[in-house]
């Protein structure tokens, strides 16, 4: 079946380091791939997204490009801040049907 | 535009009881989408609502049911609580079938069974 597997956490940085969370799919056919973020006490929160082979969604810094001869769609921040802090999740869809998560990953962004 | 709002936002219930919790969908959006969250974990499907009908059902039984109205708004009901309910309900819009549109969650509903 359809599903999203994510590095497993808690992602502890330091601020400003290098972010990346990978996100890797199992699917046939042709999803379309997201990031979410979820802050304590909070529902889910669109990140980016990109719908086709090799487009980059990019949002607030963040920036994930869908691999398709690797079915990855890998999370990346440059320069992480506190703020960051939060559980990531990465999700797919395709046409007609609901949307499928990852299990999440807890981002902890130390001063 | 308004957001998806959903009620309430805490609830506490006795096993076996049964429960309603409601979510209105972002204007213009005719998809609901329920997902149950337990804690440290990533949203299950439960079902989804397009136009007020069932339009897929994740492996949830037969007492999770739902709801979608006119107005787009929706019900998730659950029967004959059990303490593995207790968990965080979250309600998704969307504006239509087409993979490319996301979703907008609401806040979610803390259901906890005692």
């Known amino acids: 079946g359809n599903s999203v597997t994510q590095m497993e956490g808690p992602v502890t940085l330091s601020e400003e380091a290098f972010l990346t969370i990978n996100c890797t799919y199992t699917?046939?056919?042709?999803?379309?791939l997201f990031w979410y973020v979820q802050y304590p006490g909070e529902g889910l929160q669109l990140l980016l997204k990109?719908?086709?082979?090799?487009d980059k969604g990019s949002n607030k810094g963040f920036e994930a490009t869908y691999r398709k001869e690797t079915t990855s769609f890998h999370l990346e921040k440059g320069s992480v801040q506190v703020s960051d802090s939060a559980v990531y999740f990465c999700?797919?869809?395709?046409?007609?049907?609901?949307?499928?998560f990852g299990a999440g990953t807890r981002l902890t962004v130390k001063p | 535009e308004t957001g998806v709002t959903q009620s309430p936002t805490h609830l506490i219930k006795t096993r076996g009881q049964q429960v309603t919790l409601r979510c209105s969908s972002q204007?213009?959006?005719?998809?609901v989408s329920w997902y149950q969250q337990a804690l440290g974990q990533g949203p299950q499907f439960i079902f989804q609502?397009?136009?007020?009908?069932?339009?897929g059902r994740g492996n949830f039984p037969p007492r999770f049911s739902g709801l979608q109205f006119p107005n787009y708004s929706s019900e998730l009901n659950v029967n004959a609580l059990e303490l593995d309910d207790s968990a965080l309900y979250l309600c998704?819009?969307?504006?239509?079938?087409?993979?490319?549109?996301?979703?907008?969650f609401g806040s979610g509903t803390r259901l906890t069974v005692v």
């Open positions: 990109a719908t086709k082979a090799d």
């Open positions: 204007s213009g959006h005719n998809t």
């Open positions: 609502y397009y136009r007020e009908e069932e339009n």
């Open positions: 999700a797919l869809r395709y046409n007609n049907n609901d949307m499928r």
């Open positions: 998704a819009s969307s504006q239509g079938q087409n993979r490319d549109y996301g979703y907008t």
């Open positions: 699917a046939t056919g042709y999803p379309s």
